[in-house]
């Protein structure tokens, strides 16, 4: 089955300690990317990756970091979390040039 | 000004109704439009895509674009209470989606 994988689904954790939220896709897709989804902000996209070890910053970067090591990997790493990244997490997946992206379920993080 | 907008709603219909779900945008760059969907507790899923200006139909779902005006709209006609759900309009110039806020819809039985 084709999907997106997001662990966990849900986190809470303190501030200041690190924590990484991982990403795996089947579907053999170049792009992949994260979002944070708050309301009445919609969907932000925090960085995103074309291919293999080519990542770049999104509109909301400040405080996360990405890797892509593998071309169905995607993690999502916070150095030192702190409260205003208390949000849910969306990763997501597709071919290049395509607006057809496929999303994981989501990760609900809280940051006290 | 946010590149795209769209109202946030509530929108709540009777089942049976005709619904229509719009959004407008700046960038005249984008040229890939998309509507997704996201019911609750789960992550965003592709309900229409098209491809510059004009009209597409799927099934009870038209999703309409006006590249002249930046404005495009999503009807759903006979909506159903399964289409109770948040609808998040999406577009692109090539690569980079940009999003709405999503407009919550509730449809009553």
């Known amino acids: 089955e084709a999907q997106v994988t997001q662990n966990p689904r849900y986190l809470i954790t303190v501030t200041g300690k690190k924590l990484t939220v991982t990403c795996s896709q089947n579907?053999?897709?170049?792009?992949m990317s994260w979002y944070r989804q708050d309301p009445g902000l919609g969907l932000r996209q925090i960085y995103y990756?074309?291919?293999?070890?080519?990542?770049d910053k999104g509109d909301v970067p400040e405080g996360y970091k990405v890797s892509r090591k593998e071309k169905r990997n995607f993690p999502l790493i916070l150095e030192s979390p702190s409260p205003n990244q208390t949000s849910l997490y969306f990763c997501a997946s597709s071919f290049l040039g395509t607006g057809e992206a496929f999303f994981g379920q989501g990760t609900r993080l809280t940051v006290v | 000004q946010k590149e795209v907008e769209q109202d946030p709603g509530p929108l709540s219909v009777p089942e049976g109704a005709i619904v229509s779900l719009n959004c407008t945008y700046s960038n005249s760059a984008f040229q890939y439009f998309m509507w997704y969907r996201q019911y609750s507790r789960k992550g965003p899923e592709l309900l229409m895509y098209t491809y510059s200006s004009g009209n597409k139909e799927d099934g009870r779902f038209t999703a309409q674009v006006d590249k002249s005006s930046k404005y495009i709209s999503l009807f759903i006609r006979d909506s159903q209470p399964s289409d109770s759900a948040t609808y998040l309009c999406a577009m692109m110039p090539n690569n980079d989606m940009r999003f709405g806020a999503g407009t919550r819809l509730t449809v009553k039985p």
């Open positions: 990756s074309m291919n293999v070890e080519v990542t």
């Open positions: 579907m053999n897709h170049e792009y």
